[in-house]
């Protein structure tokens, strides 16, 4: 049986799953279930990755439209490797990109989750949240959803002070997430990805952060 565990008043666990319309997510009502293997949602489950998710995996890989921010669409050999650095990850720091699921449907949708930034720039050592969704389960909210978990898990049970995002400025989709997630962005951190090369639409980025809530009051 896992331990649950819930941060803040105003958003208790219980009154999250019964409320009819869904709460606006504030960095004060984050909360989530933990299960020994993972994270559970109103509509999900974030878990390690299992064999099983591979193929949906490389087919959203693949999918020009889900990787249209993204500097190209990946081969199957390239999402495994993938898949590979993602689990090495958890074994490493104990916390990475879930593999997501639908729990009605044990559907794979995608990943969502927490990892550790790889190159220099002015916020880094930093932990950054992420996401990438299939195209068929875009627009319900499933990513903030999602990501609120991982957040809540890493200020909770990681002790993280702060979890930054990034995207490239004209990613106006996952910059919308991070709105939701009631991140803040400021211009001076505005920078240009080291991985794109100069000139490239994708290489100037935006910088979103969040303070744990027990730093920010
Ligand atoms: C970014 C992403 C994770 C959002 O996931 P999601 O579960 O659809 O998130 P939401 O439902 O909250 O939608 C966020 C915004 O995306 C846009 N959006 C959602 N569904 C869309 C669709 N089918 N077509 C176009 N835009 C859509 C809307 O602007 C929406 O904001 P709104 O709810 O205020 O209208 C998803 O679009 C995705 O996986 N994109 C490709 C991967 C990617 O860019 N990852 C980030 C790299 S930094």
Redesign the pocket.
């Known amino acids: 049986m896992g331990a649950r565990w819930a941060l803040g008043g105003r958003g208790s666990a219980r009154r999250y799953c019964r409320s009819a319309t869904r709460p606006r997510l504030t960095s004060s009502n984050y909360v989530a279930h933990m299960d020994t293997d993972g994270l559970r949602t109103e509509r999900l489950r974030l878990r390690r990755w299992d064999g099983n998710d591979r193929s949906p995996f490389a087919d959203?890989n693949s999918d020009p439209?889900?990787?249209?921010?993204?500097p190209s669409i990946l081969t199957r050999a390239e999402s495994d490797a993938f898949v590979d650095r993602i689990e090495q990850h958890f074994d490493e720091h104990d916390y990475g990109l879930w593999a997501v699921e639908l729990t009605e449907t044990d559907e794979f949708v995608?990943f969502?989750g927490l990892r550790s930034v790889t190159f220099d720039a002015p916020f880094t050592p930093a932990t950054e949240v992420?996401?990438?969704?299939?195209?068929q389960?875009?627009?319900?909210?499933?990513?903030?959803?999602a990501a609120q978990a991982a957040i809540a898990d890493g200020f909770q049970r990681l002790g993280l002070t702060e979890i930054v995002?990034?995207?490239?400025v004209i990613?106006?989709?996952?910059r919308?997430?991070m709105e939701?997630l009631e991140m803040t962005q400021n211009d001076e951190d505005n920078f240009d990805h080291p991985a794109v090369v100069e000139g490239h639409p994708l290489r100037a980025h935006v910088l979103y952060r969040l303070a744990s809530p027990t730093i920010a009051r």
């Open positions: 959203l439209l889900v990787m249209e921010y993204l995608g969502v992420g996401w990438r969704l299939a195209r389960f875009w627009g319900s909210g499933l990513a903030p959803e995002s990034f995207t490239s990613n106006l989709k996952s919308r997430v939701k």
